[in-house]
């Protein structure tokens, strides 16, 4: 018998992607498999991708060409250190040149939010899409949850009153639930739905901010019913375990990945991390990993720096069978939060600022946020800041951040000279997290 929300997300699936359901069905399979195996698959997707971006992408013809490399020659995965790694300014600045549009499949349309808050917009082709979706769904079967049961889902809150109206339709179709503020009110009736979930999912610092609230709560019982606690996109500090675990009975998950890459890696019942051999390559690099996406065929991601740093093991056996190398840490990313004069904001805010002031008023900057002392953010500009601008921008700040922090605006400010890796918000304020 299937349920209301097993059948909804079946008609789901059946629109998107039919793709779908027998990419899942192979992955539940090739998680047993050997490691010499999964080389094996994975060899012959690399000289598929490969060969597929030198025919298809201008981008890729002339980086293999200028670096004299034939597609041929990469046979083994051993081959893949002979071609050029691909940096994220070079995804940034050549998109147009690196998408592929006439692979024959249907288009998704992907946005990710990029380096320094340059937005990039991508188009993923049909299969890698199901080969995406099909791997978050292997994630969850790994915690004994499937993706139509009952979730809440902690992502950005941007919404006008008629995007919210939206967002909240389309999420009860998906099942789920979400927070639209940090206010008290919003937090204590998101815990008591989430008291009737099976899952829930999204920003790490987001999940220690509703676990924190419910901890604080002595009106609020801890909750004992999720079966998963999912995070994404920042890094998982023990900080943040502490309080998942009083609230929730249990620590947060974590799912390694990037919308460009695909899943990277996926926590198993036993806190491995495993690598996702199925659809990417891992390499590391002086301590930076270089990711190669197997299907992402319409934009090729082939050697491409992500930016984090991680500790991969190889040897590892894990205890739940699967031979998938295990990504033992990631030290890149960082959840830093903006500390105001009384309280303090999720450094993600700043990305909204700035996409708001792109959305409403044209105005794309590029920008970096820095806080050296509480209650005061200063935001590095690249480029010339206008009188209207600084107000329009001051007016976007004020929204987040109200009275709680004073910001100074620098325009014309290099955001390049500061190493490679760059962040859209750094902090030197140690703000208890750990
Ligand atoms: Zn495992």
Same mark, same amino acid.
């Given at each position: 018998?299937?349920?209301?929300?097993?059948?909804?997300?079946?008609?789901?699936?059946?629109?998107?992607?039919?793709?779908?359901?027998s990419?899942?069905?192979? !992955?539940?399979?090739?998680?047993? /498999?050997?490691?010499?195996?999964?080389?094996? /698959?994975q060899?012959?997707?690399?000289?598929?991708?490969?060969?597929?971006?030198?025919?298809?992408?201008?981008?890729?013809?002339? %980086?293999?060409?200028?670096? *004299?490399?034939?597609?041929?020659?990469?046979k083994? !995965?051993?081959?893949?250190?002979s071609?050029?790694?691909?940096?994220?300014?070079?995804?940034?600045?050549?998109?147009?040149?690196?998408?592929?549009?006439?692979?024959?499949?249907?288009?998704?349309?992907?946005?990710?939010?990029?380096?320094?808050?340059n937005?990039?917009?991508?188009?993923?082709?049909?299969?890698?899409?199901?080969?995406?979706? &099909?791997?978050?769904?292997?994630?969850?079967?790994?915690?004994?949850?499937?993706?139509w049961?009952?979730?809440?889902?902690?992502?950005?809150?941007?919404?006008?009153?008629?995007?919210? !109206?939206?967002?909240r339709?389309?999420?009860?179709?998906?099942?789920?639930?979400?927070?639209?503020?940090?206010?008290?009110?919003?937090?204590?009736?998101? &815990?008591?739905?989430?008291?009737? &979930?099976?899952?829930? *999912?999204?920003?790490?610092?987001?999940?220690y901010?509703?676990?924190?609230?419910?901890?604080?709560?002595?009106?609020?019982?801890?909750?004992?019913?999720?079966?998963?606690?999912?995070?994404?996109? +920042?890094?998982?500090?023990?900080?943040?375990?502490?309080?998942?675990?009083?609230?929730?009975?249990?620590?947060?998950?974590?799912?390694?990945?990037a919308?460009?890459? *695909?899943?990277?890696?996926?926590?198993?019942? +036993?806190?491995?991390?495993?690598?996702?051999?199925?659809?990417?390559?891992?390499?590391?690099?002086?301590?930076?990993?270089?990711?190669?996406?197997?299907?992402s065929?319409?934009?090729?991601?082939?050697?491409?720096?992500?930016?984090?740093?991680?500790?991969?093991?190889?040897?590892? %056996?894990?205890?739940?069978?699967?031979?998938?190398?295990?990504?033992?840490?990631?030290?890149?990313?960082?959840?830093?939060?903006?500390?105001?004069?009384?309280?303090?904001?999720?450094?993600?805010?700043?990305?909204?600022?700035?996409?708001?002031?792109a959305?409403k008023?044209?105005?794309?900057?590029?920008?970096?946020?820095?806080?050296?002392? &509480?209650?005061?953010?200063?935001?590095?500009? +690249?480029?010339?800041?206008?009188?209207?601008?600084?107000?329009?921008?001051?007016?976007?700040?004020?929204?987040?951040y109200?009275?709680d922090?004073?910001?100074?605006?620098?325009?014309s400010?290099?955001?390049?000279s500061? *190493?490679? %890796?760059?962040?859209?918000?750094?902090?030197?304020?140690?703000?208890?997290?750990?």
């Open positions: 018998m299937i349920n209301f929300h097993q059948a909804i997300f079946r008609a789901g699936v059946a629109i998107r992607n039919r793709q779908i359901p990419h899942r069905a192979f !992955l539940l399979e090739s998680q047993w /498999w050997s490691l010499e195996k999964l080389r094996e /698959w060899e012959s997707l690399l000289r598929e991708i490969v060969q597929n971006a030198y025919e298809h992408s201008v981008f890729y013809r002339v %980086k293999f060409d200028d670096s *004299g490399l034939e597609p041929q020659q990469i083994t !995965l051993d081959d893949l250190a071609l050029p790694i691909l940096e994220k300014n070079e995804i940034l600045s050549e998109r147009d040149r690196l998408q592929i549009r006439d692979g024959g499949e249907r288009l998704f349309y992907s946005e990710t939010s990029g380096s320094t808050g937005p990039l917009v991508f188009y993923r082709n049909a299969d890698w899409d199901a080969w995406h979706n &099909a791997s978050v769904m292997r994630g969850y079967e790994w915690h004994g949850v499937r993706p049961e009952r979730n809440g889902y902690l992502w950005g809150f941007n919404f006008s009153p008629s995007q919210r !109206l939206k967002t339709a389309l999420d009860a179709l998906q099942n789920r639930f979400r927070m639209f503020s940090y206010d008290d009110d919003e937090i204590a009736s998101f &815990a008591g739905k989430l008291r009737h &979930a099976v899952y829930l *999912g999204g920003y790490s610092s987001m999940i901010e509703i676990a924190k609230a419910i901890n604080r709560n002595p009106r609020i019982e801890p909750l004992t019913n999720l079966k998963l606690i999912r995070g994404t996109s +920042e890094k998982i500090f023990e900080r943040y375990q502490q309080e998942a675990v009083q609230a929730f009975g249990r620590r947060i998950v974590s799912e390694y990945g919308a460009e890459s *695909g899943i990277i890696a996926f926590e198993c019942p +036993e806190g491995s991390m495993h690598v996702n051999m199925e659809t990417c390559i891992v390499e590391v690099e002086n301590g930076e990993i270089l990711v190669t996406n197997l299907v065929r319409s934009f090729p991601i082939i050697r491409y720096r992500l930016g984090d740093s991680i500790v991969l093991d190889r040897e590892m %056996k894990c205890a739940c069978g699967r031979a998938h190398p295990v990504i033992r840490e990631v030290t890149g990313r960082i959840g830093k939060r903006i500390v105001g004069k009384s309280r303090s904001f999720p450094s993600l805010t700043l990305y909204y600022v700035f996409k708001n002031l959305r008023h044209d105005l794309v900057l590029n920008y970096q946020g820095v806080q050296e002392q &509480a209650g005061v953010l200063r935001l590095d500009i +690249e480029e010339k800041v206008s009188s209207e601008t600084r107000v329009l921008l001051l007016g976007e700040c004020e929204a987040y109200g009275k922090v004073d910001v100074e605006i620098r325009e400010c290099n955001l390049r500061q *190493g490679r %890796k760059k962040r859209d918000f750094v902090s030197s304020i140690d703000d208890g997290v750990s």
